[in-house]
């Protein structure tokens, strides 16, 4: 088996190492990376868990969910489920026990072109956008306007170029397209012309499935090849909380299994509203109505792809507002984290939501303290990471980019401390002091290590207020949104050949202009 030759990091001299930090660096020499493992952070005990998971079986057998489609009714009462006088859905612990005993864990998130493929095993971390925001954030004019089609394409071009987003769901929605098959349809060309990575995306109807697998087969160059590495996901919405089947996402579900498309099994209830407002029952009901969607898939088509998308969400229940960037909302995440740990289940779960309406202080105290917490604690896919404002009412193009920064900050966390005879440095140390310089800066310990151990901002400032005065007391957001009109004046690496564009324009009504 062939691997790439290990550099070891006291080889060659300052020249060399100069000459290296100028390139970019092996992945296995880069201090942060996607798929990292997490999982240090535990705000649940064994017994919490046992009792979260012995509480959602409880409620699935007891209580059950409503509002099935006679298709989801059919597949799970196949299965071994109960439909009652009431017509709800009832779940016997032995069905939900031996379904996650042979649920799908394998479950790999394909790009398109090969070179960003998420892993979703154990706790492997990512990060990406979501949201579906209805607004764009002008921070220039610190105004809302309605989000485009042409908003969402460039906000999948920004992502193709940020090293620390992994992965591009839907942030927002085409409000300038008013017939949904064409905003769904639009939606998936707009995000897949932007960038290589995964994408997710959402649909409103079941008959919109169809034709958007159409789409992507002359994307992927053939249906075989689409199914070898499926690069868009479902995210769906697939119950109405509380405990209730949302009947049509239901029925786009069962489309998307049947083409091969992975699945989110997303239950975003709101704690204090549409889930209990303790921390541990909005786990409860959210863990309880994903394991109902696992049996439903697996009732479809035994281990097709799902991720396990327990979504619950804080509220202000002195104002009924929702909270994304309330430390409540970062337990919610880390406490849903911990369970897919549990079942040793892929899983997703919203972190990085401002309720902020601007990239201010408040979104960054509030992006950073879920993004680090869902990190640490081993969430797959964490969505909604970047750009998300107004509790996610709103969507900013500088606020992704300076996210990027951010989440590199957080995947520093996930990385954590290595210890062993190198990094506890004792020679180093015996070095320095005993008739050394008696101090680090500039050894060959120091140099060797300055881009393995570090990462740097690209857009935070770390200089004297004196030199931050010099060069002209550049501004946080202006950087931000220099490098944004930068990556939009070239065209997306990832836009389609003119042949297959052509061919997708003839068969979609594609708003984007060509």
Same mark, same amino acid.
């Given at each position: 088996?062939?691997?790439?030759?290990?550099?070891?990091?006291?080889?060659?001299? &300052?020249?060399?190492?100069?000459?290296?930090?100028?390139?970019?660096?092996?992945?296995?020499?880069?201090?942060?990376?996607?798929?990292?493992?997490?999982?240090?952070?535990?705000?649940?005990?064994?017994?919490?868990?046992? &009792?979260? @998971?012995?509480?959602?079986?409880?409620?699935?057998?007891?209580?059950?969910?409503?509002?099935?489609? *006679? /298709?989801?009714?059919?597949?799970?009462?196949?299965?071994?489920?109960?439909?009652?006088?009431?017509?709800?859905?009832?779940?016997?612990?032995?069905?939900?026990?031996?379904?996650?005993?042979?649920?799908?864990?394998?479950?790999?998130?394909?790009?398109?072109?090969?070179?960003?493929?998420?892993?979703?095993?154990?706790?492997? %971390?990512?990060?990406?956008?979501?949201?579906?925001?209805?607004?764009?954030?002008?921070?220039?004019?610190?105004?809302?306007?309605?989000? +485009?089609?042409?908003?969402?394409?460039?906000?999948?071009?920004?992502?193709?170029?940020?090293?620390?987003? @992994?992965?591009? *769901?839907?942030?927002?929605?085409?409000?300038?397209?008013?017939?949904?098959?064409?905003?769904?349809?639009?939606?998936?060309?707009?995000?897949?012309?932007? +960038?290589?990575?995964?994408?997710?995306?959402?649909?409103?109807?079941?008959?919109?499935?169809?034709?958007?697998?159409?789409?992507?087969?002359?994307?992927?160059?053939?249906?075989?090849?689409?199914?070898?590495?499926?690069?868009?996901?479902?995210?769906?919405?697939?119950?109405?909380?509380?405990?209730?089947?949302?009947?049509?996402?239901?029925?786009?579900?069962?489309?998307?299994?049947?083409?091969?498309?992975?699945?989110?099994?997303?239950?975003?209830?709101?704690?204090?509203?549409?889930?209990?407002?303790?921390?541990?029952?909005?786990?409860?009901?959210? %863990?309880?109505?994903?394991?109902?969607?696992?049996?439903?898939?697996?009732?479809?088509?035994?281990?097709?792809?799902?991720?396990?998308?327990?979504?619950?969400?804080?509220?202000?229940? &002195?104002?009924?507002?929702?909270?994304?960037?309330?430390?409540?909302?970062?337990?919610?995440?880390?406490?849903?984290?911990?369970?897919?740990?549990?079942?040793?289940?892929?899983?997703?779960?919203?972190?990085?939501?401002?309720? /902020?309406?601007?990239?201010?202080?408040?979104?960054?105290?509030?992006?950073?303290?879920?993004?680090?917490?869902?990190?640490?604690?081993?969430?797959?896919?964490?969505?909604?990471?970047?750009?998300?404002?107004?509790?996610?009412?709103?969507?900013?193009?500088?606020?992704?980019?300076?996210?990027?920064?951010?989440?590199?900050?957080?995947?520093?966390?996930?990385?954590?401390?290595?210890?062993?005879?190198?990094?506890?440095?004792?020679?180093?140390?015996?070095?320095?002091?005993?008739?050394?310089?008696?101090?680090?800066?500039? +050894?060959?310990?120091?140099?060797?290590?300055?881009?393995?151990?570090?990462?740097?901002?690209?857009?935070?400032? &770390?200089? /004297?207020?004196?030199?931050?005065?010099?060069?002209?007391?550049?501004?946080?957001?202006?950087?931000?949104?220099?490098?944004?009109?930068?990556?939009?004046?070239?065209? /997306?690496?990832?836009?389609?050949?003119?042949?297959?564009?052509?061919?997708?324009?003839?068969?979609?009504?594609?708003?984007?202009?060509?």
């Amino acid at each position: 088996m062939n691997e790439e030759p290990r550099i070891s990091p006291r080889s060659g001299g &300052r020249a060399a190492r100069r000459a290296a930090r100028a390139s970019a660096l092996p992945d296995h020499l880069r201090p942060i990376r996607p798929g990292m493992s997490g999982g240090t952070l535990n705000v649940l005990s064994q017994q919490d868990m046992e &009792r979260i @998971h012995n509480a959602a079986l409880d409620a699935l057998e007891r209580i059950g969910l409503a509002d099935a489609p *006679q /298709s989801g009714i059919d597949y799970l009462t196949a299965a071994g489920c109960t439909l009652g006088d009431d017509r709800r859905i009832r779940f016997p612990r032995a069905l939900v026990e031996d379904t996650l005993a042979r649920a799908n864990r394998s479950v790999t998130l394909y790009s398109r072109d090969g070179k960003t493929d998420l892993d979703l095993s154990g706790t492997r %971390v990512h990060y990406g956008t979501a949201g579906a925001a209805v607004h764009m954030v002008d921070v220039e004019g610190r105004e809302y306007r309605d989000s +485009t089609v042409q908003d969402l394409h460039d906000a999948s071009r920004i992502c193709e170029q940020l090293d620390n987003i @992994h992965f591009v *769901q839907r942030p927002m929605v085409c409000r300038d397209i008013p017939d949904n098959r064409d905003m769904d349809l639009n939606t998936v060309y707009a995000c897949c012309a932007g +960038t290589f990575k995964h994408v997710g995306t959402s649909f409103t109807d079941p008959s919109y499935v169809k034709p958007a697998i159409e789409m992507l087969h002359l994307i992927a160059g053939g249906e075989d090849k689409w199914r070898e590495r499926p690069f868009v996901s479902n995210s769906n919405c697939f119950v109405v909380p509380p405990m209730k089947f949302a009947t049509e996402s239901c029925l786009v579900m069962e489309e998307c299994i049947k083409y091969g498309m992975p699945v989110l099994l997303l239950s975003a209830g709101m704690a204090g509203a549409t889930a209990p407002s303790t921390v541990a029952g909005a786990i409860v009901q959210a %863990v309880a109505e994903c394991l109902a969607g696992l049996v439903y898939v697996n009732a479809v088509k035994p281990g097709a792809p799902a991720i396990f998308g327990t979504w619950p969400f804080g509220l202000d229940l &002195r104002t009924g507002a929702m909270t994304g960037g309330s430390g409540e909302q970062a337990l919610l995440t880390a406490g849903c984290a911990q369970m897919h740990r549990f079942y040793d289940l892929p899983g997703g779960a919203a972190a990085g939501i401002a309720d /902020s309406k601007l990239p201010d202080m408040q979104a960054g105290w509030e992006q950073m303290c879920s993004n680090v917490m869902a990190g640490l604690s081993g969430l797959n896919m964490v969505y909604e990471a970047a750009g998300m404002h107004a509790s996610l009412l709103g969507f900013c193009h500088e606020s992704l980019i300076l996210s990027d920064d951010l989440i590199g900050q957080a995947l520093r966390c996930v990385r954590g401390i290595e210890v062993n005879d190198e990094t506890l440095a004792v020679d180093q140390i015996a070095q320095v002091c005993l008739g050394g310089s008696g101090h680090y800066l500039g +050894t060959d310990a120091t140099l060797s290590r300055m881009q393995m151990d570090h990462v740097y901002p690209t857009y935070g400032d &770390r200089t /004297s207020p004196k030199e931050w005065a010099e060069i002209g007391k550049p501004d946080l957001v202006a950087k931000a949104k220099a490098r944004k009109e930068q990556i939009l004046a070239e065209r /997306s690496p990832a836009r389609f050949d003119p042949v297959t564009d052509a061919a997708i324009r003839a068969r979609f009504n594609i708003y984007l202009p060509a």
